[in-house]
């Protein structure tokens, strides 16, 4: 499985990144920098969050920023010969940098580099950047999570990345439903299922993120604004029977909510329709709602073990992903994916 290749992947300092990227671990070819620069040291550090910081961008775009690009590169890899594949996560301090990402052609003769997405195109920071239309000339593959994106972009399609902790604790402090995540679009929705769930007696935790004061309702109840780590979200997941999963706007694509249920092995309500149609789909243990009156009793008291079999799981896994990874390469490779303004480098 990528034997012959050096992975190397760039993240975007998500804390829940480091979780669900663990089993990468488990590949001795694989390294990952899930910080803000690929480099190590507080000196350093503290200098490139100064160099690149966004809010002096705002004023003063400062220069000579490439005079890091050799640090990084070395970082990554010592071998210029090296078959090198570069897995680079939306939101990377480098992923729209046109200037670095021409550097790691040059340096390395053969490498290949893939861009994830971890959410719907138009809110990524790809779209921000104005670099979404630029992906396909820097980029060997880009995968989408939405599947929609997938097609309307032209894009590779993968679901998200997902591996299992085992060592969270499980406590005397049972409750029924878990909610955490920000607003967004979906307040309204939110706060229409959590009355329906206090209306079932069920036992909520609702953490809702970027909601102004005057729009935070059931305050005894519900808690806003706090920032939760991930480590502190996968013990309210153990401890928790049913997941909740309100997707944002029109997106398709399974959320890190979806891996969690089924990692864990606890039930989901989620109005992503398209999750039917999903291979790990079971309505003994997925309810898909249009609104909060779908909500129903039975499903949340019947008397069913959530068990979810390795291979439901194995739809998010790193080893599915390297899988892909691999055949996609060599798809590349064979000239069956073209990448536009495709002259050097890579596996064409």
Known sequence: MLDNYKVVVLGNESDWLNYC???FDKYENVKIFNNRFPCDGKILSLLLKVHYSEKIRKY???PFKGIWFKLFSNNISDDPNKNLVIVVYDRNRLGNN???LRCLRTRYKRISLVYMFTNVVRISGAMENGFVEKLSDFYDIVYAFDPKDSTKYGFQYSPLLYSY???IKITNNKHDIFYVGRAKDRLTSL???????????QKTVFYIFGVESNKQFYKDKIIYNKMLSYRQCLEYIKNSS????????DS??????TCEAIYYDKLLITTNQEIKKAPFYKKDYILVINDENDIKEDFLKKDTTVLYSEEDKAYFSIESFLNRLEYD?????NGKYFRQNYHNGGLA
């Open 21 to 23: 990227l663990k089993d």
């Open 60 to 62: 003063v775009n400062l």
């Open 98 to 100: 046109a200037d670095f």
């Open 165 to 167: 902790c085992d060592n």
């Open 191 to 201: 706060l229409k299922v959590f009355q329906r769930f206090n209306q079932l007696n």
């Open 242 to 249: 049913c997941l909740l999963d309100i997707i944002q706007g």
């Open 252 to 257: 398709y694509g399974y959320t890190i909510k």
């Open 329 to 333: 390469l060599k798809q590349v490779s």
